[in-house]
Nanobody, 118 residues
Framework: QVQLVESGGALVQPGGSLRPTCTASEFTSSRYTMKWYRRVSGRERELVASITSPDASTTYGDSVKGRFTISRARAGTTVYLQMNSPQPEDTAVYYC???????????WGQGTQVTISS
């Protein structure tokens, strides 16, 4: 059972920056994908970004391309979401998910609130 813990959500002014973090307890495989999603109440969940291990291949949702960057620690199982110039429409609960290679199980964190407001 993989456990995910997000942190780093905050209230930030538009144009600022923040970096939520997701740490996984452990993986049984070195091949896995970790993703950031976000959800606004009343709207569908939106994929923000993903990163694979071990090759660190990344993908981004159209709404965050060029503004957000997903990365992972060289050692361990921590991923970061660098949010530059966030805007009020980026306000949401951000969730981390993970899936190991050759598995259909998705693991989820509890979410971290990001609020962009002046």
């Amino acid at each position: 059972q993989v456990q995910l813990v997000e942190s780093g959500g905050a209230l930030v002014q538009p144009g600022g920056s923040l970096r939520p973090t997701c740490t996984a307890s452990e993986f049984t495989s070195s091949r896995y994908t970790m993703k950031w999603y976000r959800r606004v109440s009343g709207r569908e969940r939106e994929l923000v970004a993903s990163i694979t291990s071990p090759d660190a291949s990344t993908t981004y949702g159209d709404s965050v391309k060029g503004r957000f960057t997903i990365s992972r620690a060289r050692a361990g199982t921590t991923v970061y979401l660098q949010m530059n110039s966030p805007q009020p429409e980026d306000t949401a609960v951000y969730y981390c998910s993970a899936r190991q290679a050759y598995s259909s199980n998705d693991y989820w964190g509890q979410g971290t609130q990001v609020t962009i407001s002046s």
